[in-house]
């Protein structure tokens, strides 16, 4: 599988450390508030890249952090804990704010079919681990204390912006943000490690440590929760491509600089969900979320779609509009797949499934096609074979597409048959929707209009087709 590397800026094979076993780190949500489909669009190009990694035969092991403290408002090191101001904003403790969003989460997760990781961790959890790397730190000379915090000291490294296209001034972290600089630090980009003082008095979670009673820096707790569920070695690190500068490039230094060698071979990062008027936020404009789509109507599977359409390196942006773009494909692509005869007894036709299954190989293959990869299942429904082994590939594909083609078939083909079963056994409004045909070709509009109203009083529509009128109970 070729994967862009966001550390050599080229696509690259990947390999793994050792044949057996994908280590694969993801960075979770900030859970002080819903997720927005920003959000999500990369939590699902990540699943699928899981998945795609599992479909071509690997080992996974998938580890994914619960960021419930340390992030401060501005990545840089600055404002208040977002945890804290999500708790204030709903008048409830950070640790009841952290399990119900956490809880959402995983709900969003699972309506959009994003695979749990193995392995989920709060940062709450690791304290001890993350004092261990900030000591081994301080004793290494890459850390230093000031003004009661732990900083990290980036002039130690000989290359720090470890993706290498950062403009070092235009993203110091202070100049970037537009905000003041923290006078503790000895180098703009150094960073916190430990907090014992900050702007605010009133961090509501704090622990002891060697250097006095305070809490994480944001960045740490992925280093941490990486190193002790998955070692030394990483094999892929994922996350927004926000996160690229300062958190990923704030983890190699800490990770590597701790660890005294090279920690993780591939970044994966995906471009950001906009809006026609910017970045999307959850705090002004439309806070998106899978729950105010699906108040609207949609399926959620429509959105999976949408986002399956574009490559996971391009900014793609969010309108009503595209998205009933996704729901016109979606309707139309299961109402394909279910006119596929499930019973057949025919058998797979496995010359023609290999062939169709390499298309789909070579999609993900080269960097992770997504929309290729749809385009793989429209070849299904083309093919030139029979539909058990139609049916087959689609089933096969949608292990890594998760788009839920097959049941959303299954469910077209039963509505269908209950339609047609209501209707031939229901003589009565049978006649009288005859009659009101019968009334329309007379041009008795009156009397085909007086049918119609009688219906709908008992609770039936009647759906005009091209093939004649048809009912259904509302
Ligand atoms: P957060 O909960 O803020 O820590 O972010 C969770 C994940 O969403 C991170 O991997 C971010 O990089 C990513 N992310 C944030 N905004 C967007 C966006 N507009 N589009 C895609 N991903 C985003
Ligand atoms: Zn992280």
Redesign the pocket.
Known sequence: MYLYNSLSHKKEEFKPNHEGLVKMY????????F?????????IM?DVLEKALRYVGYPVKRVMNI?DVG?LASDADTGED?MLKGARREHKSVMEIAKYYTDAFFADCEKLNIKRPDVVEPATNCIDEFIQIVSGLLEKGFAYLAGGNVYFDTSKLEKYYAFGDHEEENLAVGVREGVEEDTNKRNKNDFVLWFTKSKFEDQALKWESPWGVGYPGWHIECSGISLKHLGEDLDIH??????AFP?HTNEIAQSESFLGHKWCNYWF??????TNDG??SKSKGEFLTVSLLESKGYDPMVYRLFCLQSHYRRN?VFSYENLDNAAVAYQKLTAKIAELSPDTEEAVDKEAFDKLKGKFLTALNGDLNTSLAVTAVYDVLKAKTNDTTKLAAIKDFDQVLSLNLLEAAAKMRAEKKREEEAQEHDPIIDALVSARLAAKKEKNWAEADRIRDELKAQGIEIIDTPQGSKWKRV
């Open positions: 993801t960075c979770g949500p900030t859970v002080y508030h997720a927005h489909i920003g959000n999500l669009r990369t939590y990540e960021t992030h977002k994922c996350g927004g491509i926000d996160n958190h990062h995906v471009h950001h969900l906009n970045k999307m793609l």
